[in-house]
């Protein structure tokens, strides 16, 4: 059995102890300050007599640590990498002020939890939450925050214990983590002494998920280092427009519907262009037995600017148009209402036989051709299937 250490002590960072057992890549002692991974907490690392400790794993009355190479010696002394330990004792803390301001105000329970490397998520029991209930839950925590509220961990019987915000199944003691005139939520994780210790808690993003609401948080530093990295983020887009900060977004949002307006506008003309050049392409083209045929090989511009071009093209009395694009491999074949020709009956039967895909109506067709080597073959195909000669 394993003496956990940090659960009278998440301060504890150096330790001694002797190893009680052996497996593979493991070791066990008497007593570690290492925390497992459990309770949607990550494990911590450190050094264990100089060797780092990549892992660290809960097997019911042992904890196991996982060692980057082995271990002879029989007592060891342990060092957690505080950095690492502190972080997470914020963003859990966090996490039970969180969930207990979400209870309290709004009556929402939390489904489950998980504290990430770099951000951490609480689960809701809700199918949706306002901006502004998420707003005064920021609030609310951020000013418990203030208050520097004590949080206290002690040992109950299961059966006595009481207001728990959420019962817990087990049997026997446990150990209960309470936020001063707040919340009492049994846990075996680690947390800070006091709720000034959490820092600032910034709520960053919801998202639905299957009937509930993940919010997503970062407590303490990581709140910290994430708004100097959107001020940073901000300032640069600002020296862009040589604006105030507060004027950023509504700059970027008015460039942003002057490109859109612009795209449109370009989009207009480059189809007016197409369309133009379907009609000049109709007038060079030789007529031969009563049609007048354009072949485009490996058409440099855009799939929609080949289908104005095919339109205004067969707009005109016995056209017949068969083009290919290297960039997807595909090809397109259009035909005048007045040749009886089913370009799409056309497309399908050659597609087919060259294992592409394709359809369309009678007028305009267009496919996929699996290998950009076989697109001149299958143009010719499309060609020779209503028997016109190609153009010289």
């Known amino acids: 059995m394993t003496d956990r250490l940090y659960y009278t002590d998440a301060y504890l960072s150096r330790f001694t102890a002797r190893v009680t057992g052996r497996e593979a890549d493991r ?77 309290e105000r709004f009556g929402l329970g939390t489904v489950s939890v998980h504290l990430g490397e770099e951000a951490s998520t609480i689960d809701i029991e809700t199918a949706s939450i306002t901006p502004a209930q998420i707003i005064e839950a920021e609030r609310a925590a951020n000013e418990t925050v203030f208050e520097n509220r004590p949080v206290t961990v002690s040992f109950e019987d299961a059966a006595a214990a009481a207001g728990l915000r959420k019962a817990s199944g087990r049997e026997g003691a446990l150990r209960i983590v309470t936020i001063a005139d707040l919340d009492r939520s049994a846990c075996g994780g680690t947390h800070v002494r006091a709720t000034g210790e959490i820092g600032p808690v910034s709520i960053r993003r919801l ?147 060259a294992g592409g895909r394709g359809g369309g109506n009678a007028r305009l067709a267009q496919g996929s051709v699996p290998d950009a080597a076989a697109l001149d073959s299958v143009v010719d195909r499309l060609i020779n299937a209503c028997e016109v000669p190609a153009p010289r």
């Open 27 to 103: 070791v066990y002692l008497d007593r570690s300050a290492f925390y497992p991974a459990s309770g949607g907490q990550p494990h911590d690392t450190g050094l264990l007599s100089g060797i780092p400790v990549t892992a660290v794993a809960d097997e019911g009355d042992r904890v196991a640590h996982v060692l980057a190479e082995p271990l002879a010696a029989e007592s060891v002394e342990g060092q957690i990498d505080w950095p690492r330990r502190f972080d997470f004792m914020q963003q859990h803390t966090g996490q039970h002020l969180l969930s207990a301001v979400l209870h």
């Open 207 to 353: 998202d639905k998920v299957r009937g509930i609401v993940r919010v997503g948080f970062l407590c303490g530093t990581r709140a910290v280092r994430r708004a100097r990295l959107d001020f940073d983020a901000l300032a640069r887009v600002a020296q862009i427009f040589s604006a105030p900060l507060d004027e950023a977004a509504a700059l970027t949002a008015a460039q942003r519907d002057a490109l859109k307006d612009a795209a449109r506008k370009l989009r207009a003309a480059e189809t007016e262009l197409a369309r133009h050049h379907g009609r000049e392409l109709y007038a060079s083209a030789e007529p031969a037995a009563g049609l007048r045929l354009a072949v485009l090989r490996r058409y440099e511009g855009a799939p929609e600017t080949l289908r104005a071009l095919a339109h205004s093209f067969c707009e005109q009395p016995g056209a017949l148009l068969a083009a290919s694009l290297a960039d997807p491999p595909s090809v397109l074949y259009a035909a005048s209402a007045d040749t009886g020709i089913d370009a799409g009956a056309v497309v399908r039967a050659v597609l087919a036989q």
